[in-house]
């Protein structure tokens, strides 16, 4: 069984039989990967709370024969004991992890992916921004190629005075082309800042309405590019 090792976050997990548990791993260099964990949910387990969703950690590895590896060592990388204890942190925290594991491939390596996540994950521990969410799905889009923008019309591409926000259309629209749902100039600034480069500006910011509609305004265009809808930030808004 040849092994290898990788740091990774860990995506999220699920009991298997009596004391193992499945482990996906988002890698560096190795793309995402399942991986069983044997006995980790018994007592006095070595690295089985090591091993929890949010997690960075050195991980060894063995390749498995199916679909399946499994982890021989696992040892903690960034700890971040303040999201554990608290409910806006875990919040935030799931959203990412869970946007990241639906637009994660298999085995496919994306170090920029991993890094961003690492990096995400690293703002809710230090400071949890109340614009991380919105500005990390944007980002996400961004590296997929389908980021809107937030300048022109996404059916005629002409500039417009005032852009109206369209999901069925995918991004925004002009009047003329039809128009949509009234989108503030601050949250189009917002999103435009973004992408822009004026990230750090944008965590600086307070918890407002330009960022919840920004927040909408991605989590909508990355589950019509997913196809399928985010769990995790529903939960999040709920409590």
């Given at each position: 069984m040849p092994l290898?090792?990788?740091?990774?976050?860990?995506?999220r997990t699920h009991k298997l039989g009596e004391a193992d548990r499945v482990v996906v791993l988002l890698?560096?260099?190795?793309?995402?990967?399942?991986?069983?964990?044997?006995?980790?949910?018994?007592?006095?387990?070595?690295?089985?709370?090591?091993?929890?969703?949010?997690?960075?950690?050195d991980v060894q590895l063995y390749e498995g024969r199916g679909d399946l590896d499994g982890v021989d060592q696992a040892?903690?990388?960034?700890?971040?004991?303040?999201t554990r204890s608290d409910l806006s942190r875990m919040g935030h925290a799931a959203a990412l992890l869970e946007a990241v594991d639906q637009l994660a491939q298999d085995r496919e390596p994306n170090s920029r992916l991993h890094?961003?996540?690492?990096?995400?994950?690293?703002a809710v521990e230090q400071s949890d921004p109340?614009?991380?969410?919105?500005?990390f799905y944007l980002k996400l889009l961004a590296v997929e190629g389908v980021a809107p923008?937030?300048?022109?019309?996404?059916?005629?591409?002409?500039?417009?005075?005032?852009?109206?926000?369209?999901?069925?259309?995918?991004?925004l629209r002009c009047a003329?082309?039809?128009?949509?749902?009234?989108?503030?100039?601050d949250a189009l600034t917002l999103a435009r800042a973004v992408l822009g480069g004026g990230?750090?500006?944008v965590l600086d910011l307070p918890a407002g309405a330009a960022v919840h509609d920004v927040e909408a305004l991605a989590s909508s265009l990355l589950e019509a590019h997913i196809e399928r809808r985010l769990r995790a930030i529903r939960v999040l808004h709920e409590g």
């Open positions: 290898y090792r990788d740091r990774a976050v860990v995506l890698g560096r260099g190795r793309g995402k990967v399942r991986a069983v964990a044997k006995g980790v949910r018994r007592t006095g387990s070595r690295f089985g709370s090591r091993l929890e969703p949010g997690s960075v950690v040892e903690t990388a960034e700890a971040h004991p303040a890094d961003m996540l690492v990096g995400g994950l690293r109340p614009a991380v969410v919105a500005a923008s937030f300048d022109e019309c996404v059916v005629c591409g002409e500039p417009a005075d005032r852009l109206f926000w369209a999901p069925e259309a995918g991004g003329s082309c039809g128009g949509g749902r009234v989108v503030s100039q990230l750090n500006a």
